[in-house]
DNA sequence: CTGTTAGCGCCTTCAC
DNA sequence: GTGAAGGCGCTAACAG
């Protein structure tokens, strides 16, 4: 057994021609007979041929693949927007390199770097908080970068995402209708711009609408965990809130079954909004109420997005916002 | 702006020595003096040189990065192995070209082929089907391929899993002990050797250890998913089944879910055991009791075992099998 | 339409 | 300890 070593040059001494036609018919180049093409054509296959990609991407400077950075793919709302990520790059012929960061920039920073050194085409970012370092290594790197579902309050960068502020804004009113005014807002962290300065703000103006006085004590600022949101339950019970919206789904499922064993019965005396509409929404019961998000497609998109720019086509809007809608469920009247 | 082009050759002149030296240090040569070393280490830093990953693969026929090949990440199963073989990818300084395949034999060949001509220098290899095919090219490839979480019943690559087929037996006869004797078997597809080599010989050897007749009819072959088990409620419920042990979470979600809706009440009326103990086994009311697989490390036993295969090490087990454990939760008696 | 010739950026003997 | 030189396998002008 020897390793694979059929090389371009192998197939072209075996089909009498040069490397550069053999290149030619591997590259889809139209300039070459076809009776040339069928013949090695019919050599690569019978040498088993396959094209060294790493060759390939030192010579062409393309590698045809991307790096993706997700804090985690365990996450039902990351997980989901790397699936439509992985179909598109599929589509297009490309590949992901995938990397875990926690949302944790040290991480990131070196992953971005690792990813630049692997000269990958392009990178999608998928992250809760976008600080200025980030920021600067992303302008740096030059090389095209997309957001998917990631926030960055600068635009410093192409996204993709839906309008956070306008879909809790408007979770926050139906509660408001179904007669609630003790509304908590039950959040991820708070360094994270989607939930500082969208959502809350979108709750904040919910309320102001309505007529409600905001409460600084109504918002609880968790990880976004399950058992945040379990533990949670009990201060909201204490705090007598009959309602709440909460900015991601296990956090929300963790609120819902904490409110639920400790006896509380939604949605008649309390209910409940998430934000993601991932498989778990629907898995609960009573099933969350949420926000629908089209997680797949926002990946999808944002993949998109950066074929476009890596082709350097034409690009009409390079802040992609995507409709959402609202599913009620069982966890709200 | 330019163009990022400062290539080794440049750190070379800057700092007066040739490539070679620079080289030397890149790879943490030590036959090279403390001096010349801090002098380049300088200079790379002031040109802000990286190395160019691409062109060192070309050179080394070494990538340091693996490729993965998982049914969809968004199976909470699945994305729970990729995250431990991510972090010990990482530990080991690999990246993951991550191809979601489906479970499609023909992606799975495709994708396959594209890892091998990116000359990824070994896989990790997800996947609930293994075909002769598949094998065969697994044979063919002269690439290091581990299996994590996934039986090959030929044993034909190295793998990582745990024991099955014990794991439901365990399960059967908690549920018979408890006092059930029509007790399904709710399962995956059977196309599955994990269902059908594994699991349901386990779920058989349970009953006859305990002189219980096996029913064809209390088998129930789905696909898996969580919509597959609340249909199938219906039809537990008319077989006057007492107790199921279901192959994958979801699909026992569905179960669960599709039965209390029917106004069984679990544990009661109605035992349910499952299989993987991912996030969601403890966020359905009833939680579901559980085997517990050691997910996260089975992804990390993986990938480390696959470093050891590329590194050349002796291996003293290539078919790893972790332990498991079985925890009650309120989905059983 | 096809062949020739340079590299791409780095590693790796082999001398010195 | 350090330098010179030859590839790794392929693409990309440039000729013809």
Do not use: H, W
Not at 137 to 142: G, H, L, Y
Not at 163 to 191: C, H, P, Q, W
Not at 240 to 254: C, P, S, Y
Not at 281 to 305: F, N
């Amino acid at each position: 057994m020897e390793k694979q070593n059929v090389t371009i040059y192998d197939v072209a001494r075996e089909s009498g021609v040069s490397m550069a036609t053999v290149s030619r018919v591997l590259n889809g180049n139209s300039n070459v007979r076809q009776a040339t093409k069928e013949k090695v054509l019919k050599v690569i296959d019978d040498l088993d041929y396959r094209p060294n990609a790493v060759a390939r991407g030192l010579a062409s400077k393309k590698t045809t693949t991307v790096g993706v950075i997700i804090p985690d793919v365990t996450d039902g709302y990351f997980s989901s927007l790397a699936r439509g990520i992985d179909d598109i790059a599929t589509m297009y012929k490309y590949n992901i390199i995938l990397a875990n960061s926690d949302d944790n920039p040290d991480k990131e920073a070196s992953v971005l770097n690792t990813l630049l050194s692997k000269q990958v085409d392009g990178i999608i970012f998928m992250g809760n908080e976008i600080n200025d370092d980030l920021r600067a290594d992303f302008k740096r790197s030059d090389c095209p970068i997309v957001l998917a579902g990631s926030v960055d309050i600068n635009n410093s960068v192409p996204s993709v995402n839906i309008d956070y502020a306008d879909a809790v804004k408007n979770e926050t009113e139906r509660l408001i209708k179904n007669g609630n005014s003790r509304i908590a807002f039950a959040s991820g962290s708070m360094k994270q711009d989607v939930n500082k300065k969208y959502r809350l703000k979108g709750y904040v103006s919910a309320l102001e609408n309505n007529g409600i006085k905001f409460n600084e004590k109504l918002v609880f600022e968790t990880k976004g965990t399950y058992e945040d949101g379990y533990d949670l339950a009990e201060q909201i019970i204490n705090d007598k809130v009959t309602a709440a919206v909460a900015t991601n789904d296990e956090l929300a499922a963790g609120i819902l079954n904490g409110m639920t064993d400790r006896g509380v019965s939604v949605p008649q005396d309390f209910e409940l909004f998430t934000s993601n509409n991932t498989k778990l929404a629907k898995m609960m019961r009573p099933q969350l109420s949420s926000i629908t998000q089209p997680l797949y497609d926002i990946g999808a998109v944002a993949m998109r997005l950066l074929t476009k720019i890596m082709n350097k086509e034409e690009i009409d809007n390079r802040y992609v916002v995507l409709g959402y809608e609202i599913v009620e469920r069982d966890s709200t009247k």
